[in-house]
Nanobody, 114 residues
Framework: VQLQASGGGLVQAGGSLRLSCKAS????????MDWYRQPPGKQREWVAS???????NLVDAVKGRFTVSRDNVRRMAYLQLDRLKPEDTAVYYC?????????WGQGTLVTVSS
């Protein structure tokens, strides 16, 4: 299983970014996709999930600003980041789980300037 995250960058507060996660080596449509982030000097934290049935859940801190989605045909998961705040600065990771094992993408850095 391989996950490749992309789309990070430097953006001003209030701006937007769209993160992408491309999956291979997995029957993508059957698996929940998760997004995590790790702010500088802090522990990694869960941000959002989307199930195989497209049910979504997000941490309270990003509700109303972030949107998680997926395209099973393209084997892609997305995290739309809107109305970004400096505290959203972090390395963002996508993750999935198969047969009891977690698989992580390499992370993509989002930096939000004030």
């Amino acid at each position: 299983v391989q996950l490749q995250a992309s789309g990070g960058g430097l953006v001003q507060a209030g701006g937007s970014l769209r993160l992408s996660c491309k999956a291979s080596g997995i029957n993508f449509s059957l698996h929940t996709m998760d997004w995590y982030r790790q702010p500088p000097g802090k522990q990694r934290e869960w941000v959002a999930s989307i199930t195989s049935g497209h049910d979504t859940n997000l941490v309270d801190a990003v509700k109303g600003r972030f949107t998680v989605s997926r395209d099973n045909v393209r084997r892609m998961a997305y995290l739309q980041l809107d109305r970004l705040k400096p505290e959203d600065t972090a390395v963002y990771y996508c993750k999935t789980r198969r047969s009891g094992a977690d698989f992580w993408g390499q992370g993509t850095l989002v930096t939000v300037s004030s």
